[in-house]
Structures are given as C-alpha cells and as structure tokens.
C-alpha cells in the first residue's frame, strides 16, 4: 500500500520561505514519480512540481519555477518542496501524490494535504 503524509505547511509573509516534506516508503520512491499540487479556495487544482523516480529529473509549473525545489531524500524517504519568495497568489492547500509519469494527469495516491497561507 502507497502511504504519502505532508507536513511543513503554515503561514508566512510575502517573501518568505517555507519547506514541505511528503513522508512515503522505500517502495514509493523506488516504483513511483512524486508530485505536488495545490488547489486554491474556488480554483482549479494546480500541479507545481514533480520528480521521476528513475533518473530525479524534475518539472516545474511556470508559475512556480525559478522559486520552487523539489528534492528527494531516499535515506529519509521524502520528498521536499522548498518554496521561496513565496506569492499571496501561492496559498493553496498542498498535496503530494504518486503516479507512473511526471508530469501526469493520473495521479494513483494522494496524501490528506498541507494548508500554506501567504500574506502580503
């Protein structure tokens, strides 16, 4: 079974900084591509980031780039979001997610979310 569990989320002004961790096992990380996404009060959901599991090669919304790392730590089998000179426009509700492709439509496990509130 595929378990993902984020934490990190929180507020912070315009400017800021925060890091998002997505716990998951040995197996996700060796079998799955992780990836991030947010959805926003009346907004679409949003993928932000993703890193394939074979090679770490990475993708990166347009809105995001230049802003957001996505990194992987197989010894702690997590996979980070640092996010800097973080936006209003970036809160959101955070969720990491598990799929064959990235980036993918198809997603096959999610985990609960983490909340992030930016403020100007």
């Known amino acids: 079974q595929v378990a993902l569990v984020e934490s990190g989320g929180g507020s912070v002004q315009a400017g800021g900084s925060l890091r998002l961790s997505c716990a998951t096992s040995?197996?996700?990380?060796?079998?799955?591509?992780i990836g991030w996404f947010r959805q926003a009060p009346g907004k679409e959901r949003e993928g932000v980031s993703c890193?394939?599991?074979?090679?770490?090669?990475?993708y990166y919304a347009d809105s995001v780039k230049g802003r957001f790392t996505i990194s992987r730590d197989n010894a702690k089998y997590t996979v980070n979001l640092q996010m800097n000179s973080l936006k209003p426009e970036d809160t959101a509700f955070y969720y990491c997610?598990?799929?064959?492709?990235?980036?993918?439509?198809?997603?096959?496990?999610w985990g609960l979310g983490t909340q992030v509130t930016v403020s100007s």
């Open positions: 997610a598990a799929a064959v492709l990235c980036p993918s439509e198809d997603y096959d496990y």
């Open positions: 890193i394939r599991n074979n090679d770490d090669s990475t």
């Open positions: 040995e197996f996700t990380l060796d079998n799955y591509a």
